[in-house]
């Protein structure tokens, strides 16, 4: 079972960027998904969350410019990120689980590096 996160990149304030997590191995389509970010020299932290239903939840500091979505036939999970700010800067890091237990998922991906420039 592998996470495979891409479309990381440099990106001036203000600008947009798509990041995609691929999970191969099994299917994915049961399994809640989420994305997480870790800044340098900070703690690893939630970003936004898909259920199997298609609810997402959102971290209060990306509410209103990043959108989570998923293509089940795709087994992919991407994250839309707009409007985007020099704070954003991080690896972001894709994660699955069965149950949405997020202190100790299931998946990790390997992380995509985002900076945005000021």
């Known amino acids: 079972v592998q996470l495979v996160e891409s479309g990381g990149g440099l990106v001036q304030a203000g600008g947009s960027l798509r990041l995609s997590c691929v999970a191969s191995g099994r299917s994915f389509s049961r399994d809640a998904m989420a994305w997480f970010r870790q800044a340098p020299g900070k703690e690893r932290k939630f970003v936004a969350d898909i259920r199997n239903g298609g609810s997402t939840n959102y971290a209060d500091s990306v509410k209103g410019r990043f959108t989570i979505s998923r293509d089940n036939g795709k087994n992919t999970v991407f994250l839309q990120m707009n409007s985007q700010k020099p704070e954003d800067t991080a690896v972001y890091y894709c994660?699955?689980?069965?149950?949405?237990?997020?202190?100790?998922?299931?998946?990790w991906g390997q992380g995509t590096q985002v900076t945005v420039s000021s």
């Open positions: 994660a699955a689980d069965q149950f949405g237990n997020w202190r100790n998922p299931d998946f």
